[in-house]
């Protein structure tokens, strides 16, 4: 008796000590495993809002033992079926089987195969995909968890973070035929390489779109010239791309990307206006922005930073896409071009061409 009573305590601690994670925890969870479940969307009409949702809750935003241990981030037990890797973990009974996978994105896989297969789940596809509130709660009908406030707790968590604007993401990315061989790759690359940089190769690999070893080394342009800013592909967003801040010193909307605070360049903008708007100098402007050409400016629809951005990304790498530049990169994820320059040993003169991988943090 005494050694189940230990038991239960060393459970109790455990539980409370992987539920100990924080609001920034989750966004940093959403921003990381986002790509990844918009495809999971895409590929089996299972609501993004709803995966993330549960992601978060079922590995304690990746830090949970199952997740570490197992990468497993949906609480997936092994079931008679499966014939991979096991984890054992405490759970409803002592030292219970878990199904382990190698990597992150297995899980979220495995997860979609474990909806779409099992009858039990078959409901579920009857419903609207865009009713995040009735598959939340047709999860807890069907079984998928024993505690009785679990559709609350995901309504309650997507709608705090506007979790469902990615639901609509891949809505218009889908009628906008987004889904190419190539971007797929780019998501399935996006997720891999939040555990292992070298991964994103065996995935372009996989996709038949060619070979990346370490990082290409970018081109020089011939001495004396310089890009011509005015012509290069620029980052913008729409407003419900990014979650808004309170931001005192202006009456305009405000988001944030990577804890650096933005605007979005409207028509007849210019950084000069911008700056005047949120209280600032259009030097400083240019300064967060990296913008190196003197006569540029900006144009509507642009993310327009409005403090400094980070050192560092929150994914380990990007794989470069077809008119994108080292500038366009350090916007995307609010990073500072000198940054990126340094981690990549590059300069203002580089060129980089798609497939490169672009080294985000050390």
Same mark, same amino acid.
């Given at each position: 008796?005494?050694?189940?009573?230990?038991?239960?305590?060393?459970?109790?601690?455990?539980?409370?000590?992987?539920?100990?994670y924080t609001d920034q925890d989750i966004a940093r969870y959403i921003d990381q495993y986002k790509e990844l479940a918009i495809l999971k969307m895409y590929q089996y009409k299972i609501p993004a809002s709803i995966t993330l949702a549960q992601g978060v809750f079922e590995s304690a935003c990746g830090t949970s033992r199952l997740a570490r241990d197992g990468k497993n981030h949906f609480g997936i037990k092994c079931h008679k079926e499966w014939t991979?890797?096991?984890?054992?973990?405490?759970?409803?009974?002592?030292?219970?089987?878990?199904?382990?996978?190698?990597?992150? /994105?297995?899980?979220?896989?495995?997860?979609?195969?474990?909806?779409?297969?099992?009858?039990?789940?078959?409901?579920?596809?009857?419903?609207?995909?865009?009713?995040?509130?009735?598959?939340?709660?047709?999860?807890?009908?069907?079984? %998928?968890?024993?505690?009785?406030?679990?559709?609350?707790?995901?309504?309650?968590?997507?709608?705090?973070?506007?979790?469902?604007?990615?639901?609509?993401?891949?809505?218009q990315r889908a009628e906008s035929n987004w889904f190419s061989a190539e971007n797929i790759a780019w998501a399935e690359a996006q997720a891999a390489t939040f555990q292992d940089p070298s991964a994103i190769d065996s995935v372009l690999?996989?996709?038949?779109?060619?070979?990346?070893?370490?990082?290409?080394?970018? /081109?020089?342009?011939?001495?004396? /010239?310089?890009?011509?800013?005015?012509?290069?592909?620029?980052?913008?967003? /729409?407003?419900?791309? %990014?979650?808004?801040?309170?931001?005192?010193?202006?009456?305009?909307?405000?988001?944030?990307?990577?804890?650096?605070?933005?605007?979005?360049?409207?028509?007849?903008?210019?950084?000069?206006?911008?700056?005047?708007?949120?209280?600032?100098?259009?030097?400083?402007?240019?300064?967060?922005?990296?913008?190196?050409?003197?006569?540029?400016?900006?144009?509507?629809?642009?993310?327009?930073?409005?403090?400094?951005?980070?050192?560092?990304?929150?994914?380990?790498?990007?794989?470069?896409?077809?008119?994108?530049?080292?500038?366009?990169?350090?916007?995307?994820?609010?990073?500072?071009?000198?940054?990126?320059?340094?981690?990549?040993?590059?300069?203002?003169?580089?060129?980089?061409?798609?497939?490169?991988?672009?080294?985000?943090?050390?």
């Open positions: 008796m005494r050694k189940i009573i230990v038991a239960l305590l060393c459970l109790l601690i455990s539980l409370q000590l992987s539920a100990q991979g890797d096991t984890v054992r973990i405490d759970d409803d009974a002592l030292q219970e089987c878990f199904r382990k996978y190698d990597r992150v /994105e297995d899980s979220y896989n495995d997860h979609s195969l474990f909806l779409t297969t099992r009858t039990r789940y078959a409901g579920l596809f009857e419903l609207d995909v865009m009713d995040y509130k009735a598959w939340a709660r047709g999860l807890k009908a069907a079984g %998928y968890a024993t505690n009785p406030k679990y559709a609350d707790r995901l309504i309650d968590l997507i709608e705090r973070f506007n979790i469902a604007q990615w639901d609509t993401l891949c809505q690999k996989k996709n038949d779109l060619g070979t990346v070893v370490g990082i290409t080394p970018a /081109e020089k342009m011939p001495s004396g /010239e310089r890009p011509n800013n005015s012509k290069m592909k620029i980052f913008t967003a /729409e407003a419900n791309d %990014y979650p808004k801040v309170k931001y005192p010193f202006t009456e305009r909307d405000v988001y944030a990307n990577n804890r650096t605070y933005f605007v979005i360049a409207a028509e007849g903008d210019t950084y000069a206006s911008i700056a005047k708007d949120v209280q600032d100098s259009e030097k400083n402007i240019r300064r967060y922005n990296d913008i190196l050409d003197k006569n540029q400016q900006a144009v509507a629809g642009e993310v327009v930073y409005v403090g400094m951005k980070s050192k560092s990304g929150r994914v380990k790498t990007h794989l470069v896409q077809a008119g994108e530049t080292l500038r366009y990169i350090a916007q995307k994820y609010a990073i500072q071009l000198n940054s990126v320059f340094k981690y990549n040993n590059l300069d203002e003169n580089s060129v980089i061409h798609p497939d490169d991988i672009i080294l985000l943090k050390h």
